[in-house]
């Protein structure tokens, strides 16, 4: 009776080229993958986050629900090009799902250096995203809202450049979250400028 081994040398042989490729290709695949969270652990984690993120954000939101931060916010004097209410509230949610769908393929990559660097970057800008809320609407500093702004920033451009290196679409998808910062971080120095 032939080993199972000789039965795989014997169905490789038995191969064409083309069979062979795509046999290793897989193979190569596979290796790759090694550390890689599954489909499903990785969208509960990055849902998951991202969505814990985005509800600690929004218990210091200016909005009806906390009708003192809304005064508060509504008495600062702003400069001419701060959106509307409500392009912030349109603009978040699809930043938050771009941010969602670059976490899950990050995690859905092979474990390794630049993967776990683009994760940990990932992380952070997950968790700035509330604690600028606390420190502006929270604590009504716009000095600590300006000095949070500027690090989320950092932190973003950090990320798109980390995410670039392991998957280039996870880069893409945060390019949206980057340029936002950047205009929030520009809204927040002029804040900080006009209410000092």
Known sequence: MPQSSDVYAESVRGMNERQK????????????????????????????????AGLVGRRYAPDRSHPEIKDWYG?????GFTPPDAVFGAVWPALELLLAAGGYRLLREASGPERDAALALWA??????????KLFFGERSTTAGFAAATAQLGAGLGY?????????????????????????????????????
């Open 160 to 196: 798109v450049e980390a995410a670039r290196r392991v998957d280039g679409p996870a880069a893409a998808m945060a390019l949206p979250y980057a340029a936002w910062i950047a205009f929030a971080s520009l809204t927040a120095e002029e804040v900080w400028r006009e209410n000092r």
């Open 75 to 79: 008495s600062l004097e702003k400069p």
């Open 124 to 133: 952070v800008n997950l968790a700035m995203i509330p604690g600028w809320t």
């Open 21 to 52: 490729s795509n046999l290793r290709e897989r193979s190569e695949r596979r290796h790759r993958r090694e550390g890689a969270f599954s489909p499903w652990a990785a969208l509960a984690i990055a849902g998951g986050a991202v969505l814990a």
